[in-house]
């Protein structure tokens, strides 16, 4: 039985959507590589100093987002939800 997900992400990341990991990151394929998000920003991972972290919160990030990212669950199966796109709906005067 496959249950659909609603995942929220910004335009910029579904635009290069791939799925989600087997442990729930959003994964992107930039170019052919397949990277997974840090869960707490939905951002790359990077190095400081010695340990991986996330490029915006600067929170400890798992060594899943440095390797290249498999994909758990195809973008197809997954509803995807973009916040913050603006309603232009004309109201009758
Ligand atoms: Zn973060």
Request: proline fraction near 20%; hydrophobic fraction near 60%; charge should be positive.
């Given at each position: 039985m496959i249950n659909i997900l609603a995942v929220t992400m910004t335009r910029e990341v579904y635009e290069e959507f791939a799925g989600l990991s087997a442990s729930g990151c959003l994964v992107i394929d930039r170019g052919g590589e397949l990277i997974a998000l840090t869960p707490c920003c939905a951002a790359f991972a990077t190095f400081c100093d010695t340990s991986l972290c996330c490029k915006s919160c600067y929170g400890e990030a798992d060594v899943e987002h440095l390797l290249p990212a498999q994909v758990?669950?195809?973008?197809?199966?997954i509803n995807t939800c973009i916040p913050g796109?603006?309603?232009?709906r004309k109201e009758g005067s």
């Open positions: 758990a669950v195809p973008a197809a199966l796109l603006p309603r232009r």
